[in-house]
């Protein structure tokens, strides 16, 4: 654009000097060798502009003959390159196919075509063409010669870290995405491996590095930052807290500055402050947390915050969590508990009770089965409640990777992840999808509908039938229409239809068993024998 405006301003430009010209009429002489040559102004005007055109035209002529050798050959050269190029994109196309041949024959094409230090991308690509074909060794060569590149050096760590990861070598894989941290903390490969390393260590201050080079990069958000950095650091101050009091405090207050509704940051601050005699600031601490998500831990910490109170201080301290807490599981239970140290039974009993209505579970059975023993001593209530605990749903409890703890940690003991531990309840036992509605109210007791026999081919004649009790059968006659539509019914045996059956009556033998089918393998008769005549139960 400004080329062209460039170019319309010389011809408007010559268009006005012409026309002054044309306006002021003259005359040049030019005396040349004994001649002279007279012209109009006008003429010489033009005759001056045409020579340095003339010029200009010879001067490219001359240049571009100079030149022509090198024109030509970076003609073919450039040729070449998009030759080159198209390979390379053909081969990267098939390389993400999964086409492993192809892939292989554009890779050699293209390293024809272009040079591999003056395109990196064939490197990959070769490597990508060696694994799929299975030449894993020779992909590892590739990536560690990438090493020597600035520009592919992380390529080569990202290859090789994968290589690594897929032969199982952790120690190596954390190597590799280790250096490439250092380089690049953005790249999040890079960044988990090495977070997941230096906390399986229990490096906390690395970590804490790692997490804030992340939060600069703008790898991850600011509240998944803040809630690293707590989990961090309250992991910091419990390494620390018996070592160094100090650092842990300042670690644990800084967690729950981060995160106030974290009851593990929590729980450690207000410990650190209540070694200080500070009950004042770790109580808010427990507080502000309980207001957040009850936790046993901030409620069993909270009411013993000064151990020289009586139980009674220590039942107020509950009802106050209750207070700030209401209709909430955690609270009631808080409240028993406190309850049955200061001996007052009918308290206890009340919030256990008000507890399993509004969250039914094992730690609330349990805790009600001791308020009975040490009120009443009833072994019996005892046992029942017991055995309502053992089918109930099973208290929260740190979780992570189908791992159940009591208490929290920062990382998992199977993948090693940070933060993957979580507050709810595990998962259920087999026995509670079963037996999970028996304390309901009004439950209905399920039932089996029985099979429908198939149609007797013989019907027993009538004088090989036995009545029990001929006064039954008397009064209600039994007609063949009748035992056809009702073979499934039982009559009950009674105890006057055993009275009545004559003392020299043979006994019948049972009736023969169905034939089994073809692949029915049938029961051993030794395991039939020892079979216990007790009634099927889960448990």
Same mark, same amino acid.
């Given at each position: 654009?400004?080329?062209?405006l460039l ?5 408007? +430009?010559l268009?006005? #000097?012409?026309?002054w ?8 002489? =030019? ?10 102004? *006008? =003429? ?11 010029v *200009?035209?010879?001067?490219?002529l ?14 073919f ?20 196919? #999964? ?13 024809k ?10 490197q990959?690509?070769?490597a990508?063409a060696?694994?799929?074909?299975? @030449? ?7 990536? /560690?010669? *990438? ?14 870290? &994968?290589e690594?990861?897929? &032969? ?20 999040a490969?890079?960044?988990?491996s090495?977070?997941e390393?230096?906390? #399986? ?8 590095k ?14 998944a ?26 670690a ?16 450690? +601050? ?8 500070d009950?004042?600031k ?12 009850p $936790? ?7 009411? $013993? ?10 039942l ?8 700030? !807490?209401?209709? $909430?599981? /955690? ?6 508990r406190?309850? &049955? ?20 579970? /094992?730690?609330?059975?349990?805790? &009600? ?11 019996? !209530? ?7 605990a ?10 992570? @990777? ?17 933060d ?18 028996e ?10 509908a029985?099979p ?12 090989n ?19 056809? #539509?009702?073979?499934? $019914?039982?009559?009950? =045996? ?5 009275? %009545? ?6 006994? =019948?033998?049972?009736a023969?068993?169905? +034939?089994?089918?073809p692949d ?8 039939e024998?020892?079979? %216990? ?7």
């Open positions: 654009m400004i080329r062209i170019f319309l301003a010389v011809v408007f +430009a268009g006005l #000097g012409f026309a010209l044309a306006d002021r009429p003259g005359e040049m002489v =030019v005396t040349f060798s004994g001649y002279q040559y007279q012209v109009s102004l *006008m =003429v010489a005007a033009v005759a001056v502009v045409a020579v340095v055109a003339a *200009m035209i010879v001067w490219w001359i240049k571009s003959l100079w030149n022509s050798p090198y024109t030509i050959s970076r003609y050269r450039v040729r070449r390159r998009d030759r080159g190029y198209q390979a390379l994109s053909t081969g990267m196309i098939a390389a993400g196919a #999964g086409d492993g041949a192809l892939a292989r024959k554009k890779t050699k094409e293209a390293a075509l272009i040079r591999s230090d003056q395109e990196p991308l064939i990959l690509l070769e990508q060696s694994l799929l074909e299975g @030449d894993h060794e020779g992909a590892r060569e590739k990536f /560690e010669t *990438m090493l020597d590149d600035p520009e592919m050096r992380l390529l080569g760590l990202r290859g090789l870290y &994968l690594a990861e897929r &032969l199982g070598d952790r120690n190596a894989a954390r190597h590799y995405a280790g250096r490439a941290a250092v380089m690049a903390p953005q790249l490969w890079a960044a988990e090495t977070l390393d230096l906390t #399986g260590r229990g490096d906390w201050d690395g970590a804490l790692l997490v804030e080079a992340q939060k600069s990069t703008r790898q991850i958000e600011r509240d930052a803040n809630r690293r950095r707590a989990v961090l650091l309250t992991a910091k101050a419990q390494a620390l807290i018996d070592s160094d009091p100090n650092a842990a405090r300042t644990a207050l800084e967690a729950n500055r981060l995160r106030p509704d974290f009851a593990p940051a929590a729980v450690v +601050a207000a410990k650190m402050l209540f070694r200080e005699n009950v004042r770790g109580s808010k601490i427990l507080e502000a947390a309980w207001k957040a998500e $936790h046993p831990e901030i409620a069993e910490l909270y009411t $013993h915050a000064r151990p020289a109170d009586a139980v009674l201080d220590r107020n301290r509950a009802r106050k969590l209750q207070e700030m !807490k209401k209709n $909430h599981a /955690e609270s009631s239970l808080a409240v028993a406190a309850a &049955l140290d200061a001996q007052d039974f009918s308290t206890a009993r009340r919030e256990a009770e008000a507890a399993i209505r509004m969250d039914r579970r /094992e730690g609330a059975y349990l805790l &009600l089965a001791d308020i009975e023993e040490a009120e009443t001593g009833d072994q019996g !209530k005892v046992r029942q409640l017991l055995s309502k053992v089918r109930a749903p099973r208290d929260p409890a740190w979780v992570a @990777d189908g791992v159940a703890s009591e208490r929290w940690a920062p990382v998992s003991p199977i993948t090693g992840k940070l993957a531990f979580e507050w709810r309840a595990p998962l259920e036992r087999l026995g509670q999808l079963i037996d999970s509605d304390d309901a109210p009004g439950a209905a007791v399920p039932t089996i029985a429908i026999k198939p149609a007797k081919e013989n019907v027993p004649a009538k004088e039938v036995i009545e029990l009790n001929p006064a039954v059968s008397a009064e209600r006659p039994i007609t063949a229409a009748a035992s056809e #539509g009702s073979e499934d $019914h039982v009559t009950p =045996v009674t105890a006057s239809a055993f009275a %009545s059956v004559p003392p020299d009556a043979e006994a =019948v033998e049972p023969e068993e169905l +034939a089994r089918l029915d393998p049938g029961v051993d008769p030794d395991d024998n020892e079979k %216990s005549p007790r009634r099927f139960r889960l448990f």
